[in-house]
């Protein structure tokens, strides 16, 4: 599992979680769902690698509608952007 963010100026952050196992913990409110995943075996919490991202909440739910349409049983299709 990774995660890529970029930011308005083009620089790149990456956080590879590789098969190690992670902690999600997803917050929300009326407009907005938080989503935070931390690797579960990092003791250091200088070097704790995590990433958080939050959402706006309808866009969520849209994707996720899309995708579940999209996937049905033994579907092998990859997750795909959806704008």
Request: glycine fraction near 6%; proline fraction near 5%; charge should be negative.
């Amino acid at each position: 599992m990774f995660a890529i963010l970029r930011q308005a100026g083009g620089r790149r952050y990456e956080v590879d979680f590789e098969d190690d196992a992670v902690v999600v913990d997803v917050a929300m409110n009326a407009t907005t769902v938080q989503i935070t995943m931390t690797a579960a075996d990092d003791d250091d919490p200088e070097k704790k690698r995590f990433v958080t991202v939050a959402v706006p909440r309808e866009a969520l739910i849209t994707a996720l509608a899309v995708a579940g349409r999209c996937a049905g049983p033994g579907s092998k299709q990859k997750p795909k952007l959806v704008s």
